[in-house]
């Protein structure tokens, strides 16, 4: 991740609009239901799809036989991996693989061909009648047993060269970082706890499923219509997919019901288009529930070992970590950020930490907000709460003791610029929850927790009406209130209301190309490209201004929305609105259309410090999350209420990886809780009211001090929830999700113990 | 699919009999239809029963008995001014069910006729002796025959109902004097959910001393399970701790459970004791008279 900032001024006090809490602009449709999702687009003679997808782990495909399917009355397409484009490499081969096999059915829940009909019944029946024959292979889905030497192997020769010699087949990717000497380290300390750690799968529960209106006519000219959070992406691997140039596909991004990282990814659209391609009409595909869980990417599943020595004071000598990541049948579980996270809080003499990348017969896993951090602060907190536990040691005294700061080698290599760390453990201690009196069976976990920002290609065009108002265009889908907050910034450099910036999430067609909404981006390099571009636009409405007045250009300032004279030699002209300048000028050069397109490369890092109160009953093991505080830098928080809910989002979300929520896959490697019945994500009910304090430590690389907020939220939940339930039932817990099976087990195990403690 | 509406229980048997395919009935439609969706059933007769006179009556009889008409939600139970006056467990486990909304359609019939192991409102009805009445074709007309509650549920996804019987009405009887239900279920979040365990505890008092006691387990074994033992250990006693021991030690050796994504063996076998007991004090609490 880019961490060399771009000289620029910050502007961080005396704000007008920045800083307040408007209305959203789309939310009067959402309330209403007028907002129009993924599976919402309609078009004439409409057809419906349907995929057939693999019932086992791990078979290779003998036969597809569609002649029964193809043969219904309705079904106007058929389509298999024949029906795509050939001689792909790297990735987009990997995605291609992943929505349509070849040759192999790699997980359950794999497509193998699809179908498009007049009805969605008519295509669900007609999947049916489609005949595959498979010939049965031994399969694997714990990430340990895929490392095994007698593992079976997903596809060999999948590995790249960083992986070292001796690894089995479906180790594909290996990192290792660090610095000083942890040998030294370690021999130096007063203690040295080292443990093993374990998390499950996780899938990122948007309730929107995956949905698209696709056309691809003969010429090769195509329109996609899908909830996606880069639809630009979307164009590009669709283009690849299916064989046609990239600027022939226009994709439109429809409003978005959650993504968290999991519509990063394309699984469907290039299906659509081969379908439309083949029947001649547009065609619809809409994922059920349970396709989402088996075939879209859930988050990796982790193995971990974590050693940290530290003096009987608190003070940290080494640490030291192997990640093993289990990413699905395809290369990408996300074992280097993994490695590059668990440590980022701590200003380490001596770390070293080893990440790998393992294939397995699940789903190729995709991003989960902060892709790879939240495992590993589960794994490195632990150990730190432990440490705190065996010393006698107050938790936020020792994570101050060993914060970075600006200056710090980063445990992943460059030296962090201006960070907040610092301020969010002092204001955590500083709150009044982390000294509140504990119920029975209440625990009290904190966590710090690390995550990157990222820039990434931007472009953004600001159009002027005549009467003064402004038609903003990015290209980053809004997942998370970003219109809001781009509607604020226009507003603040141009002074006017917010109201006056309506702004719209262009098509592919309509801008230069704009990364993918992740890496907690789009406030920062969205955020800075809407300022730059109304900055261009100021300039070109002060030429205007110098024009009428016949003046120099750099003779005119603008001031709350008004063209004036920098100063009294400039002349004594009356403010000139925007209002006036736009009003005319058709006639005083033409359009006023101001845009900037860039790689904006000064993303802050952004930490955060939790606290959580958890209540376990000791009869049933089950947990209550009864108090909940989460503190974190957010640079500069533009819209502090849609700030407020990244944090508390991310607390939900990881409040249920922790407790509840894991793929399970049997002894057949089905996975068994395709629905939220059994895929259980918090409910409302099962949340405390999540309190929040923003720390603003301005990011230098941004003109406001604006850090991404929306991912580092969640990464230290995992580790509070299981620091507090470890403290309430007096059992380390180092494996999520912490079930009440899970815990009671635990205590059983615990009393078990005690008692042939005390019989021997 | 044929979709009937039919506006009697005569009609209603008479189109059930002649149906030849797959035959589902809805009344609120909670389980029928989340299974048509999911493509897990697609009946050729969906027999619509709510349009029926009286199907979505509370009536509260004469002897002091209920009569809960097919097609009355758990919403309406809920609301009702005086029903769980008097069956408090009852009310409670059907409430247990769903969201708000489901509430609002879902009935303690098609709990029952779902065939699950571990509906909430079950093992309540089983617990207060709550019978069904169940009509069919005869060789003159129809005719309706009263069966116990304990007496559907034979397995998972099975029921004792054959061809053409229709359920036409749930029968409550009339509470007795100091006697008390409660209903606990088990699950993981605190609601939208399905349970791991299910205990249903309806005692009589005379004095402080329990004079009568139905324990009935759900979610832990193929069908629900009437633990006489767990009865027992209650009778005669005040509720003390070993009373409650006692019943804890019957209700987990009544389990025979499976190990499944929902819970474990281990988990469900403990759990039925600690929730037994839990149980137990809320109906001896109401039995003497507290409104809880």
Known sequence: ?760 | MQYHTPDSFEDAVAIANAATGTTRFLAGGTDVLVQLRADIVTPDDLIDIKHIAGTHDITHNADGSWTIGVAVTGAEMSEHPTLKNDWPGLVEAMDLVGSTQIQGRATLVGNLCNGSPAADSVPAMIAINASIDITNATDTGTATRQVAAADIHTGPGKTSLTKGDVISAVNIPAVQPNSGDAYLRFIPRTEMDIAVVGVAVNLTLEGDTITAAKVVLGAVAPSYVTVTDAANALIGSTLDEAALDALATAASAACNPIDDKRGTIEFRTQVSGVLAKRAAVIAYARAKGANT
């Not at chain 1, 226009?250 to 990814?265: C, W």
């Not at chain 1, 399970?664 to 629905?675: A, E, H, P, S, V």
């Not at chain 1, 059994?678 to 850090?707: C, F, K, W």
């Open chain 1, 1 to 760: 991740m880019p961490n060399d900032t771009q000289k620029i001024s910050v502007k961080t006090t005396d704000f007008k609009v920045v800083g307040t809490t408007p209305d959203r602009p789309d939310g009067i449709d959402k309330v209403t239901g007028r907002a129009k999702f993924g599976a919402d687009a309609y078009a004439p003679g409409m057809l419906h799809a349907a995929i057939y997808r693999s019932p086992h782990a791990h078979a290779k495909i003998v036969k597809i036989d569609m002649s029964r399917a193809g043969a219904l009355k309705g079904v106007k397409a058929v389509v298999t991996r024949a029906d795509f484009a050939t001689g792909l490499a790297g990735e987009n081969w990997n995605i291609l693989e992943n929505i349509m096999a070849s040759d192999t059915a790699l997980y359950d829940g794999h497509a193998i061909c699809a179908v498009a009909a007049t009805s969605a019944l008519i295509a669900r029946d007609a999947i049916k009648l489609i005949d595959v024959e498979y010939e049965m292979l031994p399969h694997v889905t714990d990430v340990d047993k895929s490392m095994a030497s007698d593992a079976p192997v997903i596809r060999a020769g999948t590995a790249d060269k960083s992986v070292p010699a001796g690894l089995g087949e479906n180790v594909v990717r290996y990192h290792e970082s660090g610095h000083g000497d942890i040998d030294a380290g370690f021999a130096a300390a007063d203690l040295v706890i080292e443990d093993t750690f374990k998390t499950e799968a996780t899938h990122q529960g948007y309730i929107e499923p995956h949905a698209c209106l696709a056309t691809l006519d003969t010429d090769g000219k195509g329109e996609v219509w899908c909830c996606t959070q880069g639809h630009f992406n979307v164009q590009k691997v669709c283009a690849a997919l299916v064989g046609t140039e990239t600027s022939q596909i226009r994709v439109t991004a429809s409003e978005i019901g959650g993504g968290f990282g999991g519509k990063t990814v394309v699984f469907i659209e290039p299906v659509a288009l081969a379908l439309s391609r083949k029947a001649n009409r547009p065609v619809k595909l809409v994922m059920s529930r349970s396709e989402v869980f088996r075939a879209s990417g859930p988050t990796a599943s982790a193995s971990m070992d974590i050693k940290i020595g530290m003096m009987k004071d608190g003070r940290m000598t080494a640490a030291s970590a192997v990640y093993r990541m289990q990413g699905g049948a395809f290369p990408g579980a996300p074992m280097e950020f993994t490695s590059m996270c668990g440590f980022a809080p701590y200003n380490l003499e001596n770390v070293h930490q080893i990440g790998f990348d393992v294939m397995t017969n699940r789903p190729k896993q995709a991003a989960y907000r902060a892709p790879g951090s939240p495992m590993a602060a589960f794994a490195v907190e632990s150990v730190v709460d432990e440490l705190c536990n065996e010393l006698g040691l107050d938790p936020i005294e020792v994570r101050l003791m060993n914060a970075s700061h600006e200056g710090t080698k980063a445990s992943y290599g460059p030296t962090f610029q201006r960070i907040g760390l610092v301020q969010t453990l002092e204001a955590a201690k500083a709150h009044p929850h982390f000294t509140a009196p504990l119920a029975e069976n209440t625990g009290r976990g904190i966590s710090c927790g690390f995550w990157f920002n990222h820039g990434g290609e931007t472009s953004v065009t600001m159009a002027l009406s005549e009467d003064g108002t402004v038609a903003l265009s990015v290209g980053t889908p809004d997942i998370g209130g970003s219109r809001a907050s781009m509607g604020q910034m226009a507003a603040e450099e141009l002074g006017i209301p917010y109201e006056d910036v309506r702004v719209t999430i262009a098509d592919t067609a309509t801008l230069g190309y704009n990364e993918i909404s992740h890496g907690s981006r789009v406030t920062y390099a969205s955020g800075l490209a809407t300022i730059e571009a109304a900055r261009d636009t100021l300039k070109k409405l002060c030429k205007r201004a110098a024009a009428k007045w016949g003046i120099d250009e750099d003779a005119v300032a603008w001031v709350d929305g008004c063209a004036v004279p920098s100063g009294a030699n400039a002349g004594d002209f009356d403010p000139l609105p925007i209002g006036k300048i736009t009003r005319s000028m058709g006639r005083t050069g033409g359009p006023i259309v101001g845009h900037y397109e860039a790689t904006p490369e000064g993303a802050g890092v952004s930490f955060a410090t939790h606290i959580v109160d958890a209540q376990v009953d000791p009869e049933t093991g089950k947990t209550a999350i009864t108090r909940y505080t989460v503190v974190q830098d957010a640079g500069k928080a533009i819209h502090p209420t849609y700030v407020e809910g990244q944090f508390q989002g991310g607390a939900a979300q990881g409040i249920g990886w922790a407790l509840n929520e894991e793929y399970i896959y049997g002894t057949d490697g089905r996975l068994q809780n395709t629905i939220f019945l059994d895929y259980r994500i918090p409910v409302a009910s099962d949340l405390p009211m999540i309190d929040t304090v923003i720390v603003e430590v301005p990011n230098p690389g941004h003109p406001y001090g604006v850090r991404g907020v929306g991912e580092t939220s969640i990464c230290p939940p995992l580790a509070a929830v299981a620091n507090a339930v470890s403290g309430a039932v007096g059992v380390r817990m180092t494996q999520l999700p912490m079930t009440p099976p899970h815990i009671l087990s635990e205590l059983g195990k615990k009393a078990r113990a005690k008692k042939g403690g005390a019989n021997g």
